[in-house]
């Protein structure tokens, strides 16, 4: 089992992204880290931080349900694509770590796939 990230356009050929649940969580917790803060120290993830104190773009996709809650808008979508572009910036494609190489690697098919939905229209679904 896992979760699948994809335009929600009803084009099986349109691009996706996806991780087992862990891989996910795995993602979501170095992607908060590059923001400033610890995921696991945020409301619905084991802490009692509210999600009004953290302030990034990225928040849609850190604080959303693995495969439940609403479909992500396409304007959510535009407004998360700086953020991870700016971060995909600061890869190194030549880093030795094979784990800071996999969430970048995520990182660049995220892209892709939200691009996607916002040069589409269509909302970002999880499943």
Known sequence: ????????????????VSWSYTG????????????????AEMDGFG???QWSTVSTTL???LNHPDDDGPDLTPAQCAAMLPRLEEILD???P????????RRIEDVSQLVIVL?????KDVVL???
């Not at 030549?94 to 190489?101: A, I, K, T, Y």
């Not at 691009?115 to 040069?119: E, G, I, K, L, Y």
């Open 59 to 61: 928040a849609p996709l």
């Open 90 to 92: 600061h890869g190194q």
């Open 94 to 101: 030549d880093d030795s770590d094979p784990v800071r190489q």
């Open 125 to 127: 679904v999880f499943g």
């Open 24 to 39: 996910f969580s795995m993602f979501r917790s170095w992607l908060a880290q590059a923001e400033g803060f610890t995921l």
């Open 1 to 16: 089992m896992g979760l699948m990230l994809f335009p929600g356009d009803d084009d099986v050929a349109s691009p996706d």
């Open 47 to 49: 802490g009692d931080h």
């Open 115 to 119: 691009r996607s939905c916002v040069d």
